[in-house]
């Protein structure tokens, strides 16, 4: 046992100290505690805390600490939100960006809406921290209330008939969409009768749906979207809506927009309200939910008869830098690494179209922002961030 003073915070939230002129890394401490811990090379386990920080809180979970899901429920929200600007300072400086990085947004809403269970005969949850073992759970605080409560029971009773296996938890305005991946051979009636008696809108068993009592849809704008298995959505909708808002403040009042990387269209089917909107994913599954979405969208005031949404599922970068040629006023896209380093020829074919960018975290973001300030000739480039 070794008692020890936690100098600064990791880039994963582990608490350091310093010990012999060695870094020690001590999960689940703060900066100017005096802590009390076993010592394995770089790593400490935390065995008491001597004199605790101002910032510490209570956890929100009452597994937290044994659940490896969260790593920083013990930092008040003030603190908290500090620590994730930082990192996104650091990226960005790592870089050689200047540029000003505003406040984190709180955008925790209501809770996660997506969630994935593992399911072993000991029980449902998430792993436990630094180990393969499944902690058993009854609810997790972080989610939305309706996956709170029923994802690990539903994950639980699903352990007699798919065995061992991970469950992935959407919740859709129309219901919860399930998928399962396991390696058993079961058959679609089976699933079916589970689906039906758990009242699910869609079960999807190894990429197949299986069951649909009704289609799971978002509310995206004016639009709702039919979402396809294993469709990427934001883990809150009140981050979609604030990313989308930002998206749409940074875009402006234009008259084209060339939405890259789109998806099922979060920021598209917003954008089209005001503007005609070229759309390009890879994930044609994903595109052809837009392309329904988009249909009873109204059209800007003013504009022509030509449809608010184009879309276009395209297999490469270079497709989707050749079919965005088409004088678009303003650029969004979305920080997906293949590709980006090309986006001057978008630039050159749209008429140097303003831009703003989305990174889906502060890993690569800096060298990102570099690249697009390069493109527009050192005018500075936006940067939005979130982190949950």
């Not at 073992?133 to 994950?155: M, N």
């Not at 294993?230 to 402006?252: C, M, N």
Request: charged content about 25%; aromatic content about 4%.
């Amino acid at each position: 046992m070794t008692e020890v003073l936690i100098d600064s915070i990791g880039q994963h939230g582990d608490g350091i100290a310093e010990i012999g002129g060695e870094r020690v890394f001590v999960p689940f401490t703060l900066p100017g505690e005096r802590v009390e811990i076993a010592r394995e090379g770089e790593r400490g386990t935390l065995l008491r805390i001597i004199a605790p920080s101002a910032e510490r809180a209570e956890p929100i979970s009452p597994y937290f600490g044994a659940c490896g899901g969260c790593s920083l429920q013990h930092m008040n929200r003030a603190s908290y939100a500090a620590f994730k600007r930082g990192l996104v300072v650091t990226a960005l400086a790592h870089a050689e960006v200047e540029t000003v990085v505003q406040p984190l947004i709180d955008a925790t809403g209501a809770g996660r809406r997506r969630a994935t269970l593992h399911v072993r005969k000991t029980g449902a949850g998430y792993m436990r921290a630094k180990s393969h073992e499944v902690l058993d759970i009854d609810a997790c605080p972080i989610l939305v209330p309706t996956l709170s409560k029923h994802a690990p029971r539903i994950a639980r009773a699903l352990q007699p008939l798919a065995g061992d296996c991970d469950v992935s938890f959407t919740l859709s305005d129309t219901g919860i969409d399930l998928s399962i991946r396991s390696e058993r051979k079961l058959k679609p009636v089976a699933l079916a009768e589970f689906a039906r008696a758990q009242k699910l809108a869609r079960l999807t068993f190894n990429g197949d749906a299986v069951y649909m009592a009704r289609p799971p849809a978002i509310k995206m704008g004016k639009a709702l979207v039919e979402i396809p298995p294993a469709s990427f959505l934001q883990a809150t909708a009140a981050a979609e809506e604030t990313l989308a808002r930002l998206v749409s403040e940074g875009v402006g009042k234009v008259k084209a927009v060339a939405d890259l990387f789109s998806g099922v269209g979060p920021f598209t089917l917003r954008l089209a309200e005001g503007a005609r909107v070229f759309a390009a994913d890879s994930d044609r599954p994903g595109i052809a939910a837009l392309v329904k979405g988009a249909r009873p969208v109204p059209r800007p005031a003013g504009a022509d008869r030509a449809e608010p949404v184009r879309c276009r599922g395209v297999r490469s970068a270079a497709g989707r830098r050749r079919s965005a040629g088409q004088g678009a006023g303003a650029e969004h896209r979305e920080d997906r690494r293949r590709g980006i380093v090309r986006t001057e020829d978008v630039c050159t074919r749209c008429g140097d179209p303003d831009r703003r960018w989305v990174s889906a975290g502060k890993r690569g973001a800096g060298g990102s922002v570099r690249i697009l300030d390069a493109c527009r000739g050192g005018r500075g480039v936006s940067a939005v961030s979130h982190s949950l």
